[in-house]
């Protein structure tokens, strides 16, 4: 069965439109992205962002060449985003999960809160836990609240445990949704 994609015939938004994503730091900080609407349906948003800068962006543990592709997915009652990210010739550099709360998906905008822990999934399946540190302070000192600790630990749950699954569903999203390079 062929999933429904929203386009401006059908009155949703059309692939390829300008979106944002919008990201609200556990400061109250928002950071925002201009990127590209892949898909927009049933739960799930794909966007699109290309690297305009490289090297060791936002303090990234690895090299991101500049004109790298970032393919995110968001998942509107999932715990966790995950973004997938390539080389411009395709090639696959890493996957970057990172635990999340009220995912908001619109046309314009995919809003959510960061949650503090990341997690890098290399290509040899070598996983790189960022912000651990940050995580475990915020908890001692009560500055997240009870239900982001919740969710943020359950992402590292089904991370950890699962990381290979989600990514397997992700790569035969993309082949269904024709979304590669």
């Known amino acids: 069965m062929k999933e429904r994609q929203h386009s ?60 790298s592709v970032s393919d995110g997915y968001f998942w509107k009652r999932r715990p966790y985003n995950l973004y997938r990210m390539r080389r411009a010739d395709g090639s696959l550099i890493a996957h970057r999960f990172d635990a999340v709360a009220d995912v908001q998906l619109a046309p314009d905008a995919i809003t959510y809160r960061d949650l503090v822990l990341d997690w890098w999934v290399m290509p040899d399946e070598t996983i790189i836990e960022e912000d651990r540190e940050e995580f475990e302070t915020a908890v001692a000192s009560k500055e997240m609240a009870a239900g982001d600790v919740a969710a943020a630990r359950r992402a590292a749950q089904q991370v950890l445990g699962r990381y290979r699954h989600i990514i397997d569903e992700v790569e035969a999203l993309e082949r269904r949704l024709d979304l590669r390079l």
């Open 8 to 67: 401006a015939a059908g009155g949703g938004p059309a692939r390829g439109q300008p979106i944002v994503e919008r990201k609200i730091k556990p400061d109250g900080t928002v950071r925002e992205y201009p990127c590209t609407l892949l898909h927009l349906s049933g739960g799930l948003a794909v966007i699109r962002f290309v690297m305009g800068r490289g090297g060791a962006v936002w303090g990234t543990p690895i090299e991101v060449p500049v004109a």
